[in-house]
């Protein structure tokens, strides 16, 4: 009966040591699997987070260079608009000039006497009305070129033009006075005709003022297109031909 007892307890102690065995070697074998499934996991993670933060810095990347493109051609675009009205400036300004010269030019004196002189009055007004227009066109240039040489030669010119404008339109306007006379005097024979007999001295004295102002007209209009205005007109050329050859070189760069 003992034996058997005894041989039963060594039955249950191997039986019992086998179990722990098994149990020491799943534990030892779960527990290395956990840790390599944990590593696993972290290393996952770790994987994850970097590919999140590797997306994050190409993200950030990307939109810092769309916000840089963006910038530079906005850059483009206003150094492009910039370079354009100050290629306009300078082309306006020479036109406007031109057609201040040629305005003045083309007066011809011999259109007018006292029957149109209200024609005269509106050309020179119109003449008149480019030195506004001019010096509006040469303040752009002021504004927007930046070579020192242009802008002077733009000042300088605009100085001569206005000079030869000046001077035309003195010319014009004793022309005008001259035609205005002749109107007034006409207007007053007109009357004195009427009686002719008691104002004969006086309209003889009138016809001989009117051949006076009439002669006087001619010679106006003789040293202004003959002499003078050819004169008058070289003082402004080498100015523009200053500007002209400036204006090219400083496009063309």
């Given at each position: 009966m003992l034996y058997?007892?005894?041989?039963?307890?060594?039955?249950v102690e191997l039986i019992i040591e086998i179990v722990l065995l098994f149990i020491a070697l799943y534990l030892a074998f779960f527990k290395s699997y956990l840790t390599e499934k944990g590593k696993s996991a972290a290393l996952k993670e770790d994987l994850e987070d970097l590919t999140r933060e590797i997306e994050s810095v190409k993200n950030e990347f990307v939109k810092e260079q769309e916000m840089m493109k963006t910038d530079l051609q906005r850059i483009l675009d206003n150094e492009i608009?910039?370079?354009?009205?100050?290629?306009?400036?300078?082309?306006?300004?020479h036109g406007i000039v031109n057609q201040w010269l040629y305005s003045i030019l083309e007066v011809s004196l011999s259109n007018y006497d006292k029957t149109?002189?209200?024609?005269?009055?509106?050309?020179?007004?119109?003449?008149?009305?480019?030195?506004?227009?001019?010096g509006i066109a040469k303040s752009k240039i002021l504004l927007l070129v930046e070579d020192s040489a242009l802008i002077k030669s733009a000042n300088d010119l605009f100085l001569h033009v206005m000079h030869f404008h000046y001077w035309a339109d003195e010319v014009f306007l004793k022309y005008q006075h001259n035609c205005e006379k002749q109107k007034s005097l006409t207007d007053r024979f007109i009357i004195v005709i009427k009686n002719y007999e008691e104002n004969e001295e006086l309209a003889k004295a009138m016809a001989i003022d009117e051949q006076n102002l009439k002669a006087e007209?001619?010679?106006?209009?003789?040293?202004?297109?003959?002499?003078?205005?050819?004169?008058?007109?070289?003082?402004?050329?080498?100015?523009?031909s200053d500007f002209e050859t400036l204006a090219k070189e400083y496009l063309k760069n």
């Open positions: 058997l007892i005894l041989r039963t307890e060594m039955k608009s910039y370079r354009s009205e100050e290629r306009d400036a300078i082309i306006k300004y149109n002189i209200s024609e005269l009055i509106k050309i020179r007004n119109s003449n008149s009305s480019f030195y506004a227009k001019t007209q001619k010679k106006i209009y003789e040293e202004y297109i003959k002499t003078d205005r050819n004169l008058e007109l070289e003082k402004t050329q080498p100015f523009k």
